[in-house]
Structure formats: structure tokens, C-alpha cells
């Protein structure tokens, strides 16, 4: 049987069983009287009724009742305001003694101005008390030692020139062509193409000539393949989960009494008292609105307070002095920059020829090197016996004929569309057993296919 790895939905149902057996179920073989093992779900057991519900809780059983004791009121005092006159005086009445203010005197000196006719002597304190020096240039205590280049020839060999052994460079091979000659005479532009090509007569275009349009007699067949296939299924209504909204107990009036009814006991409350305000009564008196403030305080006049903005200078009409004192006395120095200071060498240069022997050159010896020894094994196989190259996947594979789907192309594969099923497959029958081969497998009356 054919097993399709698609699953196309469909809408209707033709009445064929679907088929719910996998081919594992089919092909495997039972062994012996060995069992499945037993699934571990919870069987789903349905509990009995145990017998009535008894109303009783635990708090009911184990509440134990109290007497409430009514809390003791403390009755308010009655308010009875006191006889005499209230000291409305303070220690700072008692104790202040006032004083005449008098203005604030200011601490800043008065401003004098020196007015004077006399001219300005100019001549600073340092142009009067400043005596020149006559200065001494410092000797230098660089020591002479002129430069006297050797006179015999550097005779030590480099390392470049013991290492270098000199090679003759072979040039590249040229890969520019060899000089080809011309050929002689004109240019030959004949090609196969032009050569062998027959020329054809080409036939006039066909035109189909163009019909004109007739409107069909017939009534236009508005029938789709969705409104002539479909088959509405007829079901059932969905039934609500809800649970009905039934009253539990029965209508007969409730004839008993509550707990709250039993063991709630009235109390008597008193309607609280309200104090009563005493009417206001406006003082005939004259208010007398003079503070300590205005009764001591004494009044002074004081003059406005002068700006602290500076007097306008005089400006002046003459030339701009623009001589200062170290225009004047400023006498600029040749200076001489100062030699290094360089300390005499204590440890005297060599006069001798270089002997160029390191310590590396003078401890050094050569030793031969060995070539190491090559890991590559030795051939074991002869080259001349053929390689066997033979495997058992190339020895025992069988070819299989690859099997094709006749849903793509049923009328060329001698297929003829029988049924489908409520899962989506359309089965075939074949029409020519004889097509297939002895080789391939026998393929059954009914196949499906993909729809």
C-alpha cells in the first residue's frame, strides 16, 4: 500500500472508514505470548457517594461562646471657667529697660582730595640707586679634543661579504611567441558559413484573420467547482459546557432561626450629648491699637547715603608719555650660549689593531649533521597487481525501480480515478496490468495518491 507523508485536509466525507492501522502495526510479527507492557495512566474510577454532608464545621464544633463585659465610660468634667483677671504681662516687659537710638556714625574716612600745581618728579628710587658693574665672560671648561680620522684602511671582512658566494642568474624562459611572417597577398575572409550556406526562399507570414464576436444563445453557467463539489454536512448544534444555573434547595420559606438571631443580644445606646456654644457678645469698649513698637520708638531724620561712584577725573589735553622705566634703563647683552660640560675620560681608548674573535668564534666546533631518518613506510604492495577496488555495497546492491506517484499524471501512467477518502487521497485503478514489469513489484488494483 502506498503511504503518503502529505496530509491535505478536506471538508466532506464520501462514508469510506478511514483506515487507523499503521504499517508498523500490519508488518510487525507477535512473538511468543509476551504482553504490551501495561500503560501507568491512572485508570479514571468515578468515587461513590459516601452518604450525606453533615452541616457541622470545625468552627462551629470547637467555638466556645464569651460573655462581652460594656467597657466602663468615664463621664467629662463640666467646664467652669475660673474668677479674676489673667497677668498678661511677660519678662520682657519687666525686664527691658529702653534707650535712646541715636544716627549710626559711619567708619569710613571722609574722601580728601590733593590738589596741588607742583610738577611731578618722575625719577624712580631704582634709576637713582642703581650703579652698573662691569661684568667678566666666563671661561670655558670644555676640553679641546679635535678629530683626527685613522690613516691605514679598515681591513675586517663583514659577515655579508665571508657568507655571500656569488650566483650567475639565469634569466626566465620567454614565453613571447616566435616572429611569424605575413602572409603574402590580400586577406581571405571566406568562412565555413559563408561557404556552405544555401539561401531559402522565405514563405509569407500566415495571418489568421481575426473573427468577429458573436454573443452565445446559451445561459452562462455560473456553477463552480466549490458549489458543485461541496456538500454541506448536516450536524448537530454544539452543546454549551455552562452549567445550568439551577437553584439548589427547595422554595418552602425558611422557618428556623440564625445564629446571629440567637445569640445576638441588643444593646441600649444613649443618643450622644452636644455641647452647647455660648451666644457671642460684642465689647462696647474702644480697641486700643497702640503697640509697644510705636509707643517707644522715636523717629530720626536721617540724610540720604552718598553714592559710592568715584569723581570724574580731569582729562588731559598734551601728548601721551609713553617712556617707562624699563624702557629707559634696559641695556640688552650679547650672551654667548654655554658649552657642555664634559668630564675627561678615565678609561683611556684602544691603539691597537681589532682582532674581530668573538667568544662565540674561538669556542665554537663544528659538527656534521646527520639527515633525520624518513617515517615514510616502504611500498609492501607491488605497483604491477591490479587493486582490487570491490565492495560488498557494489556486490550486493540491487536496483530498485523507483516508484511514481500516479496522481501527477494519471492518463499517462494507464491510471483511472476511483474514489477519495475523508483524509484527502484519491485512489486509482490501473487500466493495462499488463504495463508493469516482471521485475518491478506487483502494484494492487487500488493505489492512492496525493490530491
Known amino acids: 500500500r502506498h503511504r503518503c507523508c502529505h496530509r491535505p485536509t478536506k471538508i466532506y466525507d464520501d462514508g469510506v472508514q478511514p483506515s ?6 500490519e508488518k510487525y510479527p507477535g512473538y511468543g505470548n509476551i504482553c504490551p507492557p501495561e500503560s501507568c495512566k491512572p485508570k ?17 464544633s470547637d467555638y466556645l461562646p464569651y460573655e462581652i463585659v460594656t467597657r466602663p465610660f468615664r463621664p467629662q468634667a463640666e467646664y467652669r471657667p475660673k474668677s479674676g483677671k489673667i497677668d498678661l504681662g511677660t519678662m520682657y516687659q519687666r525686664d ?12 569710613r574716612p571722609r574722601e580728601r582730595k590733593h590738589t596741588s600745581e607742583a610738577k611731578v618728579d618722575t625719577i624712580p628710587t631704582y634709576r637713582d640707586h642703581y650703579k652698573l658693574w662691569k661684568s667678566q665672560k666666563t671661561e670655558s671648561c670644555k676640553v679641546e679634543c679635535p678629530y683626527e680620522p685613522p690613516s691605514e684602511r679598515f681591513g675586517n671582512p663583514s659577515t655579508f661579504q665571508d657568507d655571500y658566494i656569488p650566483r650567475q642568474p639565469n634569466p626566465p624562459q620567454s614565453c613571447k611567441p616566435c616572429e611569424t611572417k605575413l602572409a603574402e597577398g590580400p586577406f581571405d575572409g571566406n568562412t565555413i558559413h559563408r561557404t556552405a550556406y544555401v539561401v531559402h526562399e522565405m514563405e509569407p507570414m500566415f495571418v489568421r484573420p481575426r473573427e468577429e464576436y458573436k454573443p452565445s ?4 453557467e455560473d456553477l463552480t467547482t466549490h458549489q458543485r463539489d461541496f456538500k454541506g454536512t448536516p450536524g448537530e448544534q454544539a452543546k454549551s459546557c455552562k452549567p445550568e444555573n439551577s437553584k439548589v434547595g427547595s422554595g418552602d420559606p425558611f422557618k428556623g432561626t440564625t445564629e446571629f438571631q440567637d445569640r445576638y443580644q441588643p444593646y441600649l445606646v444613649t443618643a450622644p450629648e452636644f455641647h452647647k456654644p455660648r451666644e457671642y457678645i460684642a465689647p462696647t469698649d474702644k480697641m486700643d491699637l497702640n503697640s509697644t513698637n510705636r509707643l517707644h520708638y ?10 559710592i561712584r568715584p569723581a570724574p577725573g580731569r582729562k588731559s589735553t598734551g601728548p601721551f608719555q609713553g617712556k617707562t622705566t624699563t624702557k629707559e634703563d634696559y641695556q640688552p647683552r650679547s650672551i654667548c650660549r654655554q658649552g657642555l660640560i664634559k668630564k675627561e675620560q678615565q678609561i683611556q681608548k684602544p691603539t691597537g689593531k681589532f682582532s674581530s674573535l668573538t667568544t662565540f668564534r674561538s669556542h665554537y666546533i663544528p659538527h656534521q649533521a646527520n639527515p633525520p631518518q624518513s617515517c615514510k613506510p616502504a611500498h609492501a604492495v607491488a605497483t604491477a597487481v591490479p587493486f582490487k ?3 560488498l555495497y557494489r556486490t550486493e546492491y540491487t536496483p530498485k525501480k523507483q516508484e511514481v506517484c500516479p496522481g501527477h499524471h494519471p492518463d499517462a501512467l494507464g491510471y483511472i480515478y476511483v474514489n477519495t477518502d475523508s483524509q484527502g487521497h484519491k485512489f486509482y485503478r490501473q487500466v493495462s496490468p499488463e504495463r508493469s514489469g516482471s521485475n518491478c513489484n506487483p502494484i494492487p488494483e487500488e493505489v492512492p495518491a496525493v490530491s
Do not use: C, W
Open 20 to 25: 487507523h492501522k499503521t504499517e508498523y502495526v
Open 217 to 220: 444563445d446559451q445561459p452562462f
Open 298 to 307: 522715636t523717629s530720626h531724620k536721617v540724610a540720604p547715603r552718598a553714592p
Open 389 to 391: 577496488d570491490e565492495t
Open 44 to 60: 479514571p474510577e468515578v468515587q461513590q457517594d459516601q452518604g450525606r454532608m453533615d452541616g457541622t464545621t470545625i468552627f462551629k
Open 96 to 107: 527691658y529697660n529702653p534707650h535712646k537710638v541715636g544716627p549710626v556714625i559711619l567708619a
